[in-house]
């Protein structure tokens, strides 16, 4: 019984609270002070940035130049027409590309390449027609006299001579005096009809001259394919162009 007292004693005295005992905090004491004083710098005065006028852009001339597209081509300066039958320096390479890049070309494009007045002239077949021939006819500004024999004599033909071709332009001026490139390259070709007076203003063959006949000189509108050589990025489009189309006699009023 004494030792369970003793053992309650002794776990009573472990158990029991330590005294807290607090330490004080070191009394704080400054230091002088000795400000550093900071070194002084006067503020920049404004100095507004000088104005430059900005420089225009260099000028890169085109490598190929202007292109004029009223400037007659080559082709033309010889025949002083408004269309080439025949052009040396036709760009075929450039009309076979664009055709090939054209997804509407075939919606564009018809022609019938074989004509002749088999079909386009009533009455006369093909031969008959090209056998005209007017070398003997010299026309009233050629001959000795206003009308000379030729106006009474001479095989079949018409009244007012003229040539005739079924031809296929290569250039041609349109309607607003812009020279173009026609579509007529490889197998894609454009044909027409041209009659071109051989005499214009003479008078008529086979008329008495009391009647002061003329030939007259007709033409006619025609919608064709083409190109523009001096902007090809536009590609191929429809264009009018005039071509003669007829030589008329003209009886005028008496």
């Known amino acids: 019984m004494l030792q369970i007292c003793l053992a309650t004693a002794v776990m009573a005295d472990s158990l029991a609270p330590v ?3 607090s330490t004080p905090a070191p009394a704080y004491s400054p230091g002088p002070y000795h400000p550093t004083p900071s070194p002084y710098h006067a503020p920049t005065p404004y100095q507004p940035t000088p104005y430059h006028h900005p420089s225009p852009a260099p000028y890169h001339p ?7 597209p009223r400037l007659p081509p080559f082709c033309a300066n010889s025949t002083g027409l408004h269309y080439c039958l025949e052009d040396p320096h036709y760009p075929e390479y450039d009309i076979k590309h664009a055709i090939s890049q054209d997804y509407l070309f075939e919606k564009k494009y018809t022609d019938v390449s074989d004509q002749s007045a ?3 002239v009533q009455l006369l077949d093909k031969d008959t027609e090209a056998a005209f021939n007017y070398d003997y006819y010299t026309g009233a500004s050629k001959g000795p006299s206003p ?3 030729s106006h009474w004599i001479g095989p079949e033909g018409y009244l007012c001579p003229s040539e005739v071709l079924y031809a296929m332009p ?5 309607v607003n005096g812009d020279w173009r490139v026609i579509v007529n390259a490889h197998y894609y070709t454009q044909t027409t009809r041209l009659e071109t007076c051989l005499t214009p203003d003479s008078a008529c063959r086979l008329l008495a001259p009391c009647y002061q006949s003329k030939c007259t000189q007709k033409y006619v509108y025609e919608r064709m394919l083409a190109h523009d050589p001096c902007d090809p990025y536009k590609g191929l489009f429809i264009d009018v162009f005039k071509f003669p189309s007829a030589c008329s006699c003209h009886i005028p009023q008496p």
């Open 170 to 174: 290569k250039r041609a001026r349109n």
């Open 118 to 120: 088999n079909d386009l």
């Open 19 to 21: 005294p807290y005992h």
């Open 147 to 149: 009308y000379d024999a």
């Open 62 to 68: 085109h490598p190929k130049g202007y292109c004029d």
